[in-house]
């Protein structure tokens, strides 16, 4: 018996994994976070003694980072007890309280009708791949070899060409036994009372094969290489098998990528996601011939928690930008959002990772902007208001917004961020004028002899290369001691694993190779400094270490070393991390003081921001002499 998918997604949405799965192990109480749904166990289906098994409600489906084996409740049951899938359905939808549908033959037998026509989009699919070996297919492997779409990219999404033929694909199809009728419900050919001949619906293109979350062929994207066609890109028709606003070009890859933690990137088109998959972002999608939906946003949350939302940033961009936030915001919830980048003008995906590289890219996935910060942004584009009634309007505005969210703990949030983001704009502001119109003298805003005003900076300015290098950013030396010392004994992290998962970098880089160090600890805790270095070059964080190792050699930092005794490697970490949280503390310190200052323009609150400044000046200054430190690693003394 066939089950609907609506049937499978009930039982999975009423029963949660962890409850299946916990039946059959024993949870790692240090690991699992039960509040969340969040459980770690010894993998049942391969011998270990550190707990690899990773399972996770928010998803509804398991992972061993030892083994690989991975997937959904009825997988469970299946590998592990040996019964039948029918059976764990049985059994699962009797606990899930779900009951269990009665048989419908119209329903099996429109079941059977949709496998004869994923037959057809397979035959289809052959057929267009084949003409693009063929010589017919010669300009469009040229215009491939120019978009620089490899031979291995072009086999793994299966690439094709449809030769300018009005009759090519139908005369294949109707040679291998496809009927007419069936070709008509694929959308492979254009049909109807006032077409007396039907035709090929693709002419002339290069064809993308776009495929269901099982990896079947549901539809095809075609794209013109004549310029003198009404439309550029031409998608298969709405059918039995194909629904736009609920698939996504890459979306099986994706899903997967999702469940091992990558990101998951929207982008615009076909060749972006080629390309970001072909630079290692194996969970870049794309919607099809629509913009973001509802649906594709649900789609999204299932596979990740918050997806990475791209657009360009030229005026639609930011205009499909918009649109994506006004759908986004009535659907959130909570620990469910999206992240916004925007690219520098005048580049997509595809033009930005060949131009100026795969960390380029990284580094704007990376450092995405929050839904809420992305709202703030597109309001306070202008600049800062000035007029009363113009604060007023933008405050009202920003309430607006909030007021849209459906869920009400979300919706209270987002209204207390932005009361926040306004009186702190509003108090920023205060301070350069006295109410009587005469100049402070800590602000003199329309002199410039002191202060300066806030500056509000596009983001295609901001990721311009006026504003952002291109060589590797860099990290602060603190920041790279603790780094360099967890990367180079990694047995140093494993008693402070919850710290430092809270611990707060400065610097991008640095929170990007501690986030990888962290998921590799704990996925793999016997692997030792080689093994960790190795992993972490694999993830593209290698210019990164190689500056960080520069970096304290040339000031003589040895702490961190691969060579230095454990025991001096330890007490070096302690006491840098003992100034990194001194630090973090004297600067939220001095925003405090600086909000003060606005406020209260008083010596003692002028006193005390300076007193701050220098607190800081002296920790970031500070070395730590410790006697007998470094005696095992062949020193008296040591500074940190």
């Not at 039960?34 to 289906?45: H, I, L, S, T, V």
């Not at 009665?102 to 289809?124: C, F, G, P, W, Y």
């Not at 913009?291 to 657009?311: G, Q, S």
């Not at 306070?380 to 917004?401: M, N, V, Y």
Request: charged share 25%; with cysteine.
């Amino acid at each position: 018996m066939r089950f609907s998918d609506h049937f499978l997604d009930e039982i999975r949405n009423r029963l949660p994994i962890t409850q299946v799965v916990g039946e059959h192990v024993v949870w790692d109480k240090r690991k699992s976070q039960p509040g969340k749904g969040d459980m770690w166990a010894c993998c049942p289906f391969h011998g270990e003694k550190s707990p690899s098994f990773h399972a996770d409600d928010r998803r509804g489906r398991y992972h061993c980072f030892g083994c690989g084996v991975s997937g959904d409740h009825f997988r469970f049951l299946t590998d592990k007890t040996g019964m039948s899938f029918p059976e764990a359905v049985e059994l699962l939808a009797g606990r899930a309280g779900v009951p269990m549908p009665a048989r419908d033959e119209k329903a099996e037998k429109r079941a059977e009708a949709r496998r004869s026509l994923h037959d057809v989009m397979e035959l289809a699919t052959a057929y267009f791949v084949e003409a693009l070996a063929h010589n017919v297919g010669a300009r469009a492997r040229g215009y491939l070899l120019e978009r620089g779409v490899s031979g291995a990219m072009q086999q793994r999404f299966r690439i094709g060409f449809a030769p300018d033929s009005r009759n090519g694909l139908k005369e294949f199809l109707a040679a291998n036994g496809v009927s007419a009728r069936e070709m008509a419900e694929t959308g492979l050919v254009v049909h109807g009372e006032d077409i007396s001949v039907p035709y090929d619906r693709f002419r002339n293109r290069l064809m993308f094969p776009i495929t269901d979350f099982r990896g079947r062929v549901i539809a095809f994207g075609g794209r013109a290489l004549s310029a003198d066609v009404a439309a550029k890109y031409l998608n298969s028709p709405e059918t039995e098998l194909f629904h736009k606003r609920q698939t996504l070009y890459n979306g099986q890859a994706a899903r997967q990528a999702g469940y091992d933690g990558k990101p998951l990137i929207v982008v615009e088109g076909y060749l972006d996601v080629i390309a970001a998959v072909a630079a290692g972002f194996e969970g870049a999608v794309a919607p099809l011939g629509t913009a973001l939906t509802e649906d594709h946003l649900n789609l999204l949350w299932r596979m990740t928690d918050i997806p990475v939302l791209c657009f360009d940033g030229d005026s639609a961009g930011m205009r499909a930008a918009e649109r994506s936030v006004d759908i986004a915001l009535p659907l959130l919830k909570p620990g469910k959002s999206v992240s916004i980048v925007t690219l520098p003008g005048g580049l997509d995906p595809d033009d930005l990772i060949k131009q100026q590289g795969r960390q380029a890219f990284a580094d704007l996935v990376a450092g995405g902007r929050s839904l809420a910060d992305a709202i703030w942004a597109m309001e306070t584009a202008g600049g800062i208001p000035e007029a009363p009634e113009q604060r007023a309007a933008l405050e009202a505005r920003l309430r607006e917004r909030a007021a849209r969210i459906a869920d009400v703990s979300v919706r209270r949030h987002y209204s207390q961020a932005f009361d926040e983001k306004i009186s702190s704009l509003f108090i920023s502001t205060r301070g350069q004028y006295r109410r009587d119109g005469r100049n402070n003298g800590y602000e003199q805003r329309r002199t410039g002899q002191r202060g300066n005003p806030k500056m509000l900076v596009s983001d295609t300015l901001r990721n311009s290369r006026l504003l952002k290098g291109a060589a590797t950013p860099g990290v602060i030396p603190r920041e790279a001691v603790i780094l360099m010392s967890l990367v180079n004994h990694p047995e140093l992290a494993q008693a402070r694993l919850e710290a430092l998962a809270e611990i707060e970098f400065q610097s991008l880089p640095a929170r990007q190779v501690l986030a990888a160090f962290l998921d590799l600890v704990t996925v793999h805790p016997d692997l030792g400094p080689n093994g960790i270095a190795e992993a972490l070059i694999a993830r593209g964080h290698g210019p990164v270490l190689d500056k960080m190792r520069s970096q304290l050699a040339r000031q003589g930092i040895w702490q961190a070393d691969a060579e230095t005794a454990q025991s001096d490697a330890e007490t070096g970490l302690k006491h840098s991390l003992a100034l990194h949280y001194k630090s973090v503390q004297l600067n939220r310190e001095l925003k405090a003081a600086e909000l003060a200052l606005g406020e209260d323009l008083s010596e003692n609150a002028f006193e005390r921001l300076r007193d701050i400044q220098n607190q800081i000046s002296s920790v970031d200054g500070t070395e730590a002499l410790i006697e007998g430190f470094g005696s095992l690693s062949g020193r008296a003394t040591r500074s940190l």
